[in-house]
C-alpha cells in the first residue's frame, strides 16, 4: 500500500516554472514505478511523464519533452516534477501516480496508486 501527496502547484505566469513534489508513505516506495499525469476541466486524465524505481530512466508524452523533468530520491520517499517554459496548455490538475508496471507505460490503469491532486494554473 502506498499513499501519496503532491504539492507545489499554484498560479504562474506563461514562460514560468514550477516544481511538483509527491511525498509517499511505505517502505515499498523503491520497488514502484512513479508518473506524472494531468487533467484539465472538460479533458481525460493524460499522461506526463514517468521514471523507473532506480531513477536511471525517464519518458516524457511529447507536450512536455524538453520542458519537463522528472526525478526522485529514494531516500525521502519522493518524487519531483520540474516544469520550466510553462504555458496556457499546461494548466490542469497534475497527479502522481505509483505502478508495477514498466515505466514506458502510459495507460491510467496501470498505475495503482494515486495522490489527490495539485492544481497548476499558467497564465498568458
Known amino acids: 500500500q502506498v499513499q501519496l501527496v503532491e504539492s507545489g502547484g499554484g498560479l504562474v505566469q506563461a514562460g514560468g516554472s514550477l516544481r511538483l513534489s509527491c511525498a509517499a508513505s511505505g517502505r515499498t516506495f523503491g520497488s514502484y514505478t512513479m508518473g506524472w499525469f494531468r487533467q484539465a476541466p472538460g479533458k481525460e486524465r493524460e499522461f506526463v511523464a514517468s521514471i523507473n524505481s532506480s531513477g536511471r530512466s525517464t519518458f516524457y508524452a511529447d507536450s512536455v519533452k524538453g520542458r519537463f523533468t522528472i526525478s526522485r530520491d529514494n531516500a525521502k520517499n519522493t518524487v519531483y516534477l520540474q516544469m520550466n517554459s510553462l504555458k496556457s496548455e499546461d494548466t490542469a490538475v497534475y497527479y502522481c501516480?505509483?505502478?508495477?508496471?514498466?515505466?514506458?507505460?502510459?495507460?491510467?490503469?496501470?498505475?495503482?496508486?494515486w495522490g489527490q491532486g495539485t492544481q497548476v494554473t499558467v497564465s498568458s
Open positions: 501516480a505509483a505502478s508495477s508496471d514498466s515505466y514506458r507505460t502510459r495507460a491510467t490503469d496501470a498505475y495503482s496508486y
